[in-house]
Nanobody, 127 residues
């Protein structure tokens, strides 16, 4: 099982970035996926999650209306489009998969609901 994030970088406040998570080693199209982030000195928090079919999503309140999670099951790829970025969005962003539930219809933002994690990609938003 492997999930690899990319697309992070340095951007000015108000700018946009698209994070990409490429998955391998498991059947991507039957498992829920999520994006998490961790800022220095803070706990890791769930940012967005999507069900296996892409039919349901859930977002952290502070990113609603700015971030969009999506997936392309034909390409085994998860995305996070981040618009109107703020300095408070600065963090390491992680992709995660929930291998404990097949075709689960409820997207969740708890770390406990995800079994496997990537190494992360850094997002830095300057003011």
């Amino acid at each position: 099982v492997q999930v690899v994030e990319s697309g992070g970088g340095l951007v000015q406040a108000g700018g946009s970035l698209r994070l990409v998570c490429t998955a391998s080693g498991f059947r991507f199209d039957v498992y829920n996926m999520g994006w998490f982030r961790q800022a220095p000195g803070k706990e890791r928090e769930g940012v967005a999650s999507i069900t296996w079919s892409g039919g349901s999503t859930v977002y952290l309140d502070s990113v609603k209306g700015r971030f969009t999670i999506s997936r392309d099951n034909a390409k085994n790829t998860l995305y996070l489009q981040m618009n109107s970025l703020k300095p408070t969005d600065t963090a390491m962003y992680y992709c995660a998969v929930d291998l404990n539930h097949v075709r689960w219809f409820v997207p969740r933002l708890s770390m406990a609901d995800f079994s496997d994690w990537g190494q992360g990609t850094q997002v830095t938003v300057s003011s």
